[in-house]
């Protein structure tokens, strides 16, 4: 039963103490440190974080979930680093959560208004679209890269001696003359929905 899942889930005695005479109402759940953040957890039927980490709330319903949350505890061990654990008794068990759900913690911020994820493009964003049919996202970026006059047009381009040659030359002159000429190099990349994750480029 869900008694000795909470035993097997490694909770000290007072732990599993308080999960089995909480009463099935709404409550709030004080924690220090979960995923490094502070703040309450309201249980019930919408079960929320109320973070108070900049010293106001940030309200943020726990999505991704069917029915009510009965309480939860802070929750730390190797495996789930600063995670918790809520009891949801419509499924009779314990859950051993993490508010950054596999992905790298320092990519999540949620003491802000909204809750944000950020996504490394390793470059500058200039447009984004959303597909609603694919749920996906189409963003442009750009990086820059060091200038590199086309040679072809400047000699025979079946020669590639001559080319090689002209190209040695324009690169020692702008080396020399012109060190920080740069191009942008744009490129269009697709990106999941869910976990933003590269699709494509």
């Given at each position: 039963?869900w008694?000795?899942k909470?035993?097997q889930?490694?909770l000290?005695?007072?732990?599993r103490?308080?999960f089995?005479?909480?009463?099935n109402?709404?409550?709030f759940?004080?924690?220090?440190?979960v995923?490094?953040?502070r703040?309450?957890?309201?249980c019930g039927?919408?079960?929320?974080?109320?973070f108070?980490?900049?010293?106001y709330?940030m309200?943020?319903?726990?999505t991704?979930?069917?029915?009510?949350v009965?309480?939860?505890t802070?929750?730390?061990?190797?495996?789930?680093?600063?995670g918790?654990?809520?009891y949801?008794?419509?499924e009779?068990?314990?859950?051993?959560n993490?508010?950054?759900a596999?992905?790298?913690?320092?990519?999540?911020?949620?003491?802000?208004?909204?809750?944000m994820m950020?996504?490394?493009?390793n470059?500058?964003?200039?447009y984004i679209?959303?597909h609603?049919?694919h749920?996906?996202?189409?963003v442009?970026?750009?990086?820059p890269?060091?200038?590199k006059?086309?040679v072809?047009e400047?000699?025979d381009?079946?020669?590639?001696?001559q080319q090689?040659?002209?190209q040695?030359?324009?690169k020692d002159y702008y080396?020399r003359?012109?060190?920080?000429a740069?191009q942008?190099?744009?490129?269009?990349e697709l990106?999941?929905s869910e976990?933003?994750?590269l699709?494509?480029r």
């Amino acid at each position: 039963d869900w008694v000795q899942k909470m035993e097997q889930a490694g909770l000290r005695p007072q732990e599993r103490e308080f999960f089995v005479h909480t009463p099935n109402s709404r409550q709030f759940v004080p924690f220090d440190n979960v995923d490094h953040y502070r703040g309450l957890f309201v249980c019930g039927e919408n079960p929320a974080f109320m973070f108070t980490q900049k010293g106001y709330l940030m309200y943020h319903n726990m999505t991704g979930i069917e029915g009510s949350v009965r309480t939860m505890t802070p929750f730390h061990i190797p495996n789930c680093e600063y995670g918790f654990v809520d009891y949801r008794p419509q499924e009779r068990c314990l859950h051993i959560n993490q508010l950054h759900a596999g992905t790298s913690a320092d990519r999540h911020v949620y003491d802000t208004w909204w809750p944000m994820m950020r996504v490394p493009l390793n470059a500058t964003p200039h447009y984004i679209m959303f597909h609603a049919v694919h749920r996906t996202y189409t963003v442009i970026t750009s990086t820059p890269e060091r200038y590199k006059p086309r040679v072809s047009e400047l000699v025979d381009p079946d020669d590639e001696e001559q080319q090689q040659q002209i190209q040695q030359q324009l690169k020692d002159y702008y080396d020399r003359h012109v060190p920080h000429a740069v191009q942008e190099r744009y490129s269009v990349e697709l990106y999941s929905s869910e976990s933003w994750e590269l699709l494509d480029r």
